[in-house]
């Protein structure tokens, strides 16, 4: 604070500046940051579950776990909630936070999902490849 000739304080003009446009950024920006951060809180919240449950070696390893579940649940929320929305109705903004929990959740468990998903297009492929009435 700075002083006038008349000794009243007036803030600095870097501060009032500083202050401005950290408002005007967190106008701004405070609608389209608000989903990610819920999505990131809730993948986190769910990735904790798989960290407590998994023996890893050392801190750096379960930090990666919980990086890897939860950038796994911010690439995958956005489109899950779409089609919960699409599918059931379920309003996408209210979807965001139970699926990042339950993508995050999930962690390690992928594997047997993709497995699950890559033999039912296997079987679909070979059901549609063996027609015999050349559809």
């Not at 950024?25 to 608000?34: D, E, I, K, Q």
Request: aromatic share 8%.
């Amino acid at each position: 604070m700075s002083t006038t000739k008349q000794g009243e304080n007036v803030p600095e003009p870097t501060t009032t500046s500083t202050a401005s446009l950290s408002v005007l950024a967190v106008a701004l920006l405070g609608p389209l940051a608000g989903p990610y951060v819920l999505i990131v809180f809730a993948a986190l919240s769910g990735a904790l579950w798989p960290l407590s449950a998994s023996a890893t070696a050392s801190r750096l390893a379960g930090g990666w776990l919980l990086l890897r579940c939860t950038l796994m649940a911010v690439v995958l929320t956005g489109m899950l909630a779409g089609l919960l929305q699409q599918y059931y109705g379920i309003p996408h903004s209210e979807a965001l936070a139970p699926v990042a929990f339950f993508v995050g959740a999930l962690g390690n468990g992928w594997r047997p999902v993709f497995d699950a998903l890559a033999s039912a297009l296997g079987a679909m492929a070979g059901r549609l490849g063996g027609r015999k009435d050349g559809k």
